[in-house]
């Protein structure tokens, strides 16, 4: 379930345009929305004082993208009271995070320049750092990215509790939406006995994809299968153009330890897993599912 979104909001990027794809969705009609902006620190308070007037500007401007309803209007849009706006001062690679865990959202939504590896470091990515230290779902709108009406979800699903958790909010963002479609993505599926063609006809071959197209048809969802074998990042990002997903979903596993959850995942902030290369070449906005690792 989705009952509380945070989007972070920096004036520029497609968030707001990614806020309305989701208000679309039947599911997420009852949200609980918070736009949040972050004021670095200033040298002097005359400073201090401008960041934060235009900081209200951004809210302001974010707030006119938004479909709230108006004139009667109760499809496709959030009423005025589901929405609220914070300002909030600090670091925003600290404040994001620390705010979602705050609010405890369901899904935290963020801008992101595409950046990969070391050059997002050195040039002090806030998604790049907040993607990788966030405990919670997080959708990330690269720049260049145009935001589609979502009816096409693609699930990169390898049976795994990460992808299965995946494949459990696909399937509710499907949910009474009409026309809409799950694509599952087995990249080197784990199958003794079965080719890889024989597999493409017939996924329940599978017992990984048995499980998860069984889950869907229960749902009555639309679907379909794609096997592939090869780069798992590459390949995910090539079905996605193929099919012409609106929307990218993958698990992202913690691997850290609970007494590490406030240090940095080295393999995602040097770009090293398959969800940050997904991240960055990705042609549709990228819906990341985090899941814990055992302590």
Avoid: W
Wanted: glycine share 6%; proline share 5%.
């Amino acid at each position: 379930m989705i009952r509380k979104i945070l989007l972070a909001v920096s004036g520029t990027g497609h968030t707001e345009e990614m806020l309305n794809a989701l208000i679309d969705l039947p599911c997420i009609a009852q949200a609980q929305v918070t736009v949040l902006h972050v004021v670095t620190p200033q040298a002097s308070a005359q400073e201090m004082v401008a960041k934060q007037a235009e900081g209200v500007e951004i809210l302001k401007n974010a707030l006119a993208k938004i479909h709230l309803c108006r004139n009667g209007d109760t499809t496709g849009c959030l009423k005025p009271e589901q929405v609220t706006t914070m300002l909030r001062e600090g670091d925003p690679k600290d404040v994001v995070p620390r705010v979602a865990d705050e609010l405890d959202v369901d899904l935290l939504i963020m801008g992101s320049r595409g950046l990969g590896r070391l050059r997002a470091i050195l040039e002090n990515s806030v998604s790049q750092y907040v993607f990788q230290l966030a405990s919670r779902p997080m959708l990330l709108v690269k720049d260049d990215t145009y935001v589609e009406r979502i009816q096409r979800i693609l699930v990169a699903y390898d049976g795994s509790p990460a992808a299965k958790q995946t494949l459990e909010l696909a399937m509710f963002l499907l949910q009474d939406l009409k026309g809409g479609e799950l694509v599952l993505a087995d990249i080197n599926p784990r199958l003794e006995g079965v080719t890889l063609e024989e597999l493409a006809q017939r996924p329940e071959a599978s017992p990984i994809l048995a499980e998860a197209i069984q889950k869907i048809r229960q749902r009555g969802l639309k679907y379909r299968c794609v096997v592939r074998e090869g780069n798992p990042g590459v390949q995910i990002c090539q079905i996605a153009q193929e099919v012409g997903a609106d929307l990218v979903m993958l698990g992202s596993p913690d691997r850290r330890p609970t007494i590490a959850r406030s240090l940095v995942d080295l393999d995602r902030l040097l770009g090293n897993s398959v969800s940050d290369y997904v991240r960055v070449h990705a042609d549709a906005p990228v819906l990341l599912v985090r899941s814990p690792a055992s302590t």
